[in-house]
């Protein structure tokens, strides 16, 4: 075997048969670069489309405005995240647990029911890899498979006008990605100043285009096939029932091509020819024949390829298809089973909690923290008191001016003389919380507060208050005692006179 045709040989198909690791080495272990051949068919014409929208969508999305907000902003040093018109706070962990896991079991039932569906069609990496990336490539070097023809493609200088190119577009992809988490104004602030002006502002999006770069360039599907944990979460995911792009073996095995003769006595060949095409296009390089793999993103070009190959054949198309493995081995194909049943069933339940969650809360939230320290303190006017801090949250676009009422004899001392919050503003403000004396049972009492302001919206919080005859002071009183003398009468030696004395024999 000479050295060329051993660099193109791709790990993943040994010549042994086994299926390997990883398919883009080559047998003695280096990188096995790819350039797919594009197979325009009618899922190619699909995904195209598909991708545009999106990108235009990523585009479009941080400069959309709803209720006067950003349709989109991840404030993560503001701790702000605005969605669809919704400003949500560190706060709120309940909707947090809710939209976590909204998404996670929707990729379950999504996974479930069309497989891979989403890394063919909608992944960023895939929409800009194959339908921007890839074809600047193809402009500059050639299409695979064909011969070049304008002068570009001669030119020397084709690889440094390709980067060049390529430093743009990930230039562009970070600036609009950095929109989503610091806004179009703040973005339009950075780039129409000095660098100078906002050196860790620069760093950022030089840091972001550089991965963009490097990214798009050299790591390119190895990021589907290494860094993305989807795929390895495909066989957890997935059953026989889930769709995923098949070749149908008993229909195209054994391959070759088949013989001008009709002589019967003839080996029977199946439809595969063995053109290779289907691996030829694959934009991460395995053989679809060789079954479902962790590799393979439902792109559907090894699809539209064979497709091609049958209809100049005259042969029906879909030998390789969008399929189940039941339905690959001849099994009926049953759509309804338990985890499409159970899955939508937890996902009404978790989406009804999230709107009901939604929908209640309230303009402004209040909590009450104890802080460290003495666990209580006598006031002068001989009232127990406990520290505590009072947290304030605003969830609203506007200034809010918030009041405390105590309740049920309790008092409250504030050192802050305005609790005036801002828009979607968190504050803690220390306080004394104290009642009498006498309101203690077994060193513990209980104080209630009144939060108001907003729109006539009232919080009730309590407090467990600590005060004297806790467990603390019970166990300092009885450490006290102990040191004492048992018979503090024994130290009396008036009294030890009185006492008779043993009279000597």
């Given at each position: 075997m000479s050295a060329a045709s051993k660099q193109s040989t791709p790990a993943s198909t040994a010549p042994n048969g086994d299926l390997l690791i990883l398919s883009t080495l080559n047998d003695d272990g280096s990188r096995r670069w790819l350039k797919p051949r594009p197979s325009p068919g009618k899922f190619w014409h699909a995904r195209r489309a598909v991708a545009y929208f999106l990108i235009a969508l990523f585009t479009a999305i941080p400069y959309i405005t709803i209720n006067g907000k950003p349709a989109v902003l991840l404030d993560i040093i503001a701790r702000r995240f605005t969605i669809l018109g919704y400003t949500f706070l560190p706060t709120d962990t309940l909707l947090l647990a809710f939209t976590l896991l909204i998404i996670g079991l929707g990729i379950f039932l999504f996974t479930a029911i069309m497989g891979r569906v989403w890394c063919g069609w909608g992944c960023p990496q895939t929409v800009y890899m194959e339908f921007v990336f890839r074809p600047i490539e193809r402009l500059f070097e050639g299409t695979p498979g064909r011969a070049k023809k304008n002068w570009l493609q001669n030119s020397p200088v084709r690889k440094f006008i390709k980067l060049a190119v390529f430093f743009l577009v990930s230039c562009y992809l970070a600036h609009t990605f950095l929109a989503y988490f610091v806004g179009v104004e703040q973005l339009k602030y950075w780039v129409t100043r000095s660098p100078a002006d906002h050196p860790t502002a620069f760093a950022v999006m030089a840091i972001v285009t550089a991965l963009m770069m490097f990214d798009f360039t050299l790591f390119r599907e190895q990021?589907?096939?290494?860094?993305?944990?989807?795929?390895?979460?495909?066989?957890?995911?997935?059953?026989?029932?889930?769709?995923?792009?098949?070749?149908?073996?008993?229909?195209?095995?054994?391959?070759?091509?088949?013989?001008?003769?009709?002589?019967?006595?003839?080996?029977?060949?199946?439809?595969?020819?063995?053109?290779?095409?289907?691996?030829?296009?694959?934009?991460?390089?395995?053989?679809?024949?060789?079954?479902?793999?962790?590799?393979?993103?439902?792109?559907?070009?090894?699809?539209?390829?064979?497709?091609?190959?049958?209809?100049?054949?005259?042969?029906?198309?879909?030998?390789?298809?969008?399929?189940?493995?039941?339905?690959?081995?001849?099994?009926?194909?049953?759509?309804?089973?338990?985890?499409?049943?159970?899955?939508?069933?937890?996902?009404?339940?978790?989406?009804?909690?999230?709107?009901?969650?939604?929908?209640?809360?309230?303009?402004?939230?209040?909590?009450?923290?104890?802080?460290?320290g003495a666990p209580f303190i006598e006031l002068a006017d001989g009232t127990i008191g406990n520290n505590a801090r009072l947290k304030l949250v605003n969830r609203e676009d506007r200034a809010v001016q918030l009041q405390v009422v105590p309740l049920n004899g309790a008092n409250v001392k504030i050192e802050a003389s305005d609790l005036t919050l801002g828009p979607n503003e968190i504050r803690e403000f220390p306080i004394v919380i104290s009642v009498a004396r006498d309101k203690f049972s077994l060193g513990k009492s209980t104080a209630s507060l009144k939060i108001t302001g907003g729109t006539d919206t009232e919080l009730v919080r309590t407090f467990q208050l600590v005060g004297p005859g806790s467990m603390h002071d019970e166990a300092s009183r009885k450490a006290e005692e102990s040191h004492e003398p048992a018979h503090k009468d024994s130290q009396d030696p008036a009294k030890h006179d009185d006492e008779p004395k043993e009279q000597p024999h």
């Open positions: 990021t589907c096939l290494v860094v993305c944990p989807y795929g390895r979460f495909q066989s957890a995911l997935i059953d026989r029932q889930s769709l995923i792009v098949a070749y149908d073996k008993d229909r195209g095995e054994p391959r070759g091509k088949k013989p001008a003769s009709a002589d019967v006595s003839l080996k029977v060949i199946g439809d595969c020819v063995d053109c290779n095409l289907c691996v030829q296009t694959c934009p991460t390089g395995i053989d679809i024949r060789n079954g479902l793999q962790m590799e393979c993103v439902h792109c559907t070009q090894c699809i539209d390829a064979c497709d091609a190959v049958m209809a100049k054949l005259k042969r029906p198309l879909g030998l390789i298809r969008y399929a189940s493995q039941a339905e690959i081995a001849g099994e009926p194909r049953r759509f309804i089973r338990p985890r499409i049943i159970v899955y939508p069933l937890i996902l009404c339940i978790l989406i009804t909690g999230f709107i009901i969650t939604l929908l209640t809360r309230t303009p402004f939230t209040a909590t009450l923290l104890r802080t460290r």
